[in-house]
Each structure stands twice: as structure tokens, then as C-alpha cells.
């Protein structure tokens, strides 16, 4: 008896199976995750793989190497601004933080998922109408937060009195529309909250203490001019970063699983 070739919609459907299916090493992300990168050493650190562990394709964006506007930081599902060493006023010495800040000011508008960091803090706070200018003293080490009543209410209550990695010279005014989530003596406004999904935090959790060393590396300029030695940072990286590492991960797990909940 001959067997029956398979008719012609069996085929056309198993091809549609194999074409869909992933290739090796591939995943099948349908949501993405665009981290605007400032220098390259300030990446996303521990945020790297909670991010992929929620289903984002991750992709960096290099400001002042690739172009911004309000397209390109509304297209993705996640937006995450990383830190730098420029500061947000100063725009004619770096002409892209113009369209940087423009585009945020459209992202937020638009209610999207966004995360500040540092510089990425302060330029919401500027695409919100808030004023950032110099601090009255370099924030760089490790130090305790003072959290508001509305941050221990927030993701940030697990931190309470643990010291996190500062590393700024400028604050932000908080933006009208906004809820304050911590402070300290020298920066009234460490952290505050637009949405449950527009967090900005002036201070760094997502710092891997066993790659702190580029961080030493990479601002040593900055480091000098602020009579800090590295070997003294460094010895606070050993001592106090497992522990900010572990809840650091912690707060920033809780404020992702916030964005895929709202997104759900």
C-alpha cells in the first residue's frame, strides 16, 4: 500500500512551526528594554539579568553616539537612564542632553516605564521642569539614606538605614506631580517617583561590586580633583557591597516586577 504524501496545508504548516521557532541561541523576546548608556563602564550592572529574567531583549543606547529623539525613547517597553559625568545644564558643551531631555519629557508624558539613575535621575527631574544644578559637596562613597514616609511605603523600605554607592556632585529640585522617596544631608531629593512606574534614583544599586574597579578606573580624574583616594573606596566596595548587592537586587526586583504587573 502507498503511503500518502502529506497534503499541502499539513506542509505549509509545519514550515510556518519551523520558520517561528527560535534558533539556537536565540530567545523569544517580544518585549524590549532600551538602556541609554552614557559612559561605557556604567552599564547595567545587577540590573542586567533581572531584566532578561522578566522577558526583555535588552539593547544599549550611547548618548552622544547615536542620536536620540522622542521615537526612539517611546518605542521601547522599558526605558532605563544610566549615569554619567556631565551634568544636565549643560547642554551647549554637550549638545545631544537638549534632545535627550526632550525625549524623556515625551516618555513620561506618555505614562511608559522609565528608571533614572543619577544622571538619568536628574534629566527627569529636568524633562519635568525641575531645576538640577551643583550640590553644595560631592556625594562619592558609600552612606545611609534617610527615606520619607511615602519611600518606606515604596520598593525602596528594604534599603532603611543600609549604605548605598553615591556618586554625584549635583541635585535635582523635585518635580511638581512627584513623591519624594529619601534624602540625605547634602541632597534633599535622593530618590522620588512620578508613577509606581517612573522611579529616578540618584544613588546606585545597580552596581556590581566585583566590577567597582572600573569605576575607580574611570573617574579617576574626578576622583582627584575631590581629594578622594581610591584605595579608601575600595575598601568600602569590600566591606559594604555584598550587602548593598544583595539588597539592592531586592529593591530593584520588586520595582521591575511593579512594571510587568502594571504591563499585565
Known amino acids: 500500500m ?21 534558533r539556537a541561541g536565540q530567545r523569544p523576546d517580544i518585549k524590549k528594554c532600551l538602556a541609554v548608556r552614557h559612559v561605557a563602564f556604567e552599564d547595567l550592572g545587577l540590573l542586567g539579568p533581572l531584566v532578561s529574567a522578566r522577558g526583555y531583549g535588552v539593547r544599549y543606547h550611547d548618548a552622544g553616539v547615536q542620536a536620540i529623539d522622542a521615537g526612539i525613547l517611546l518605542a521601547p517597553d522599558l526605558l532605563i537612564v544610566l549615569g554619567g559625568p556631565i551634568g544636565v545644564y549643560e547642554a551647549e558643551t554637550y549638545p545631544f542632553i537638549k534632545d535627550e531631555i526632550a525625549a524623556m519629557a515625551a516618555r513620561l508624558q506618555a505614562g ?12 527627569m527631574a529636568a524633562a519635568l521642569g ?29 534599603l532603611g538605614t543600609i549604605p548605598v554607592l553615591h556618586w ?84 530593584l526586583a520588586a520595582w521591575l516586577d511593579k512594571v510587568v504587573e502594571a504591563a499585565a
Request: hydrophobic share 40%; net charge positive.
Open 112 to 123: 511608559k516605564p522609565t528608571l533614572g539613575i543619577c544622571l538619568g535621575a536628574q534629566l
Open 168 to 251: 554625584h556632585g549635583d541635585n535635582c529640585e523635585l518635580p511638581a506631580g512627584c513623591s519624594k522617596l529619601a534624602s540625605t544631608p547634602h541632597c534633599p531629593v535622593q530618590a522620588f517617583m512620578r508613577t509606581p512606574t517612573q522611579l529616578a534614583l540618584q544613588f546606585h544599586l545597580e552596581t556590581e561590586p566585583a566590577r567597582f574597579e572600573s569605576w575607580l578606573v574611570g573617574h579617576t580624574v574626578e576622583l582627584g580633583k575631590a581629594g578622594l583616594d581610591p584605595r579608601d573606596l575600595r575598601r568600602q566596595a569590600a566591606a559594604l557591597g555584598p550587602q548593598t548587592r544583595e539588597i539592592g537586587q531586592k529593591v
Open 130 to 158: 525641575a531645576r538640577v544644578a551643583p550640590g553644595p559637596v560631592k556625594e562619592i562613597g558609600w552612606a545611609p539614606l534617610t527615606l520619607t514616609d511615602e519611600g518606606q511605603k515604596s520598593v525602596l523600605a528594604p
Open 2 to 22: 502507498k503511503s500518502r504524501k502529506p497534503g499541502a496545508e499539513l506542509v505549509r504548516i509545519v514550515q510556518a512551526a519551523r520558520a517561528a521557532r527560535p
